[in-house]
């Protein structure tokens, strides 16, 4: 098997025939495409996390639906590696383009069927299975569209932008976040609660067929990106880019996927089993919980950028490593503060997270994207962010839930979460040659 991992050079890594007017719209349609995948992503975070357990699993005991529904939230990220290895072979293959216009088809499809699907009193055993079967497509869908995104963005982007054009996509995270909760605090606020438990909840669903079709005409307007067109007129295309990625380049492989753990972690926590968390241990309001995540997500949108400017500016390495410690000493304080149960302690708490995870999500992107070459970068950043955001994101709420169940504290929790922020810290001391490659133009023009 052979692959053309070293045949581009550096130069052949750089946008030079792209417009500025088009570049603005690359930015946009990555955030915009970005907040409806994630929206989309996030209404099933919430809806598991506050009414799946009676919908679908009614005949346990409330710690056990709990842990179902949640599960079913983590079923999700089991078929995000096969989406990323599908995604990202033929985003290497015909184009970042195309992956970026599918994996929205098929997150759009999967949540308006959730917001369709009748629930165990209707239907049954099978309303859970056909749940987790939609799930799955979700995740499916998600596990490509990271790095379409991501790619996009970083390879339309000046050499000295590189960190700020891949904060996008992240942005995209919290601002679906953002519309996720705001969906579903505005539909709970006009009905009753039983109203909402009933069938309240499917609104935000199928509300994302307007914000798909808003997507999809962003999507279809925009250029192919530029590095890859170079690599296609040059015939330099991989042929089969995720062997040869994973034979080629195991150690960038463990290391970006040790990277990605630690804020996948972190932003799970927050937004998944923090509101489960609140209201089931803490016995807070179901509004209140979801005004917290409203809170860190909106800090989390409005400083990522800014940390994206500092990773351009100082190096993407050092911004990380800012971030991830402070994510590591962070982690009890933020227990102590969320169980005093003040509301001036949870915001204080909700605030600080929200500005260590997008410290390390603002250097993130570009972070990962040069770890590898040209000709297999979609199909090594996807395995990254896949089987990272999986044994860091997708498995922290239900390892959170039962860490209190058997301890009944939170300190086991947070001890928990350091521990993953750990390891991305270890993760991101690896240095690639194509690391280096990838920005040592930003470094000369500054000079």
């Not at 529904?69 to 015909?94: K, N």
């Not at 909760?181 to 609104?203: K, P």
């Not at 880019?241 to 970006?256: D, Y």
Request: aromatic share 12%.
């Amino acid at each position: 098997m052979t692959s053309t991992a070293t045949a581009l050079p550096m130069d052949a890594d750089k946008p030079q025939t792209v417009s500025t007017s088009e570049r603005r719209r690359i930015l946009a349609a990555c955030l915009v495409g970005a907040t409806i995948e994630w929206y989309d992503f996030f209404i099933y975070g919430a809806a598991a996390a506050l009414v799946f357990a009676p919908q679908f699993f009614p005949n346990v005991s409330p710690l056990a639906g709990t842990l179902a529904a949640l599960a079913t939230f983590s079923v999700g990220f089991i078929a995000r590696p096969l989406g990323g290895a599908v995604m990202g072979h033929f985003g290497d293959r015909i184009g970042r383009k195309p992956m970026l216009v599918l994996t929205l088809a098929i997150m759009g499809v999967s949540t308006l069927m959730i917001g369709l699907l009748p629930n165990y009193e209707s239907i049954g055993i099978a309303a859970p299975i056909l749940l987790v079967l939609l799930r799955l497509l979700q995740g499916f869908g998600v596990g490509g569209e990271w790095g379409a995104a991501v790619l996009m963005a970083v390879e339309h982007a000046p050499p000295r932008k590189r960190a700020v054009y891949g904060a996008f996509p992240q942005m995209g995270i919290p601002a679906g976040i953002i519309l996720s909760v705001l969906a579903f605090i505005a539909v709970g606020s006009w009905m009753s609660s039983e109203a909402f438990q009933s069938w309240g909840w499917r609104i935000p669903f199928l509300l994302s067929a307007v914000l798909i079709v808003v997507g999809f005409v962003v999507r279809m307007t925009i250029s192919e990106s530029p590095v890859f067109a170079k690599m296609e007129q040059k015939r330099e295309i991989a042929r089969s880019p995720l062997i040869a990625v994973i034979m080629e380049h195991p150690l960038a492989l463990i290391a970006g996927t040790a990277t990605i753990i630690g804020s996948t972690t972190l932003g799970y926590l927050v937004l998944v089993y923090m509101p489960s968390y609140g209201t089931s241990v803490l016995k807070l309001p179901r509004n209140l919980m979801l005004d917290f995540t409203l809170l860190a997500a909106t800090i989390w949108f409005l400083t990522t950028l800014i940390f994206a400017y500092f990773s351009d500016r100082f190096t993407v390495r050092k911004v990380y490593l800012l971030a991830a410690t402070a994510g590591i000493l962070w982690a009890i304080p933020f227990f102590w503060l969320v169980d005093s149960k003040t509301i001036p302690a949870m915001i204080l708490a909700y605030s600080v997270t929200a500005v260590i995870i997008a410290g390390m999500l603002g250097a993130q992107s570009a972070l990962i994207a040069a770890l590898f070459p040209p000709s297999m970068r979609f199909s090594g950043i996807s395995i990254v962010a896949n089987v990272g955001a999986i044994l860091g994101g997708g498995i922290a709420p239900v390892i959170a839930t039962s860490l209190y169940a058997y301890y009944g504290s939170s300190t086991a929790i947070a001890l928990y979460v350091g521990a993953m922020v750990v390891i991305s810290f270890l993760g991101t001391l690896y240095r690639s040659p194509y690391n280096e490659e990838f920005f040592s133009s930003s470094a000369q023009d500054r000079h």
